[in-house]
């Protein structure tokens, strides 16, 4: 069955930096767009940033935009999220997802069970 499972969450200093990874296994990693998607405490959720099949096209909401960065290994089914200069405001719960089609936007297929991000001093 199709599984993501997300590592790499932690707490951080505000200013730090984080690397989230999503392992994936069950379906065609290489054929499906990605993404990145949070929840914060007592909110919804918010979509973080994007990455279709290939990896040759990215796109990030625009309270992360310059200080978060989507990869991904086609070669090794993982994708990843760089999260850098981290703000108190990006703490939250960070769920992989897998959209239904090599590009994006669209629907999202499977999901992640998450990981917290919590940035405190």
């Known amino acids: 069955q199709v599984q993501l499972v997300e590592s790499g969450g932690g707490l951080v200093q505000p200013g730090g930096s984080l690397r989230l990874s999503c392992a994936t296994s069950?379906?065609?990693?290489?054929?499906?767009?990605m993404s990145w998607v949070r929840q914060a405490p007592g909110k919804g959720l918010e979509w973080v940033s994007s990455?279709?099949?290939?990896?040759?096209?990215?796109s990030d909401s625009d309270s992360v935009k310059g200080r978060f960065f989507i990869s991904r290994d086609n070669a090794n089914n993982t994708l990843y999220l760089q999260l850098n200069s981290l703000k108190p405001e990006d703490t939250a719960v960070y769920y992989c997802?897998?959209?239904?089609?090599?590009?994006?936007?669209?629907?999202?297929?499977?999901w992640g069970q998450g990981t917290q991000v919590t940035v405190s001093s």
């Open positions: 997802a897998a959209y239904v089609a090599s590009y994006y936007p669209g629907p999202i297929g499977s």
């Open positions: 990455i279709n099949s290939g990896g040759d096209s990215t």
């Open positions: 069950g379906f065609t990693f290489s054929s499906y767009a």
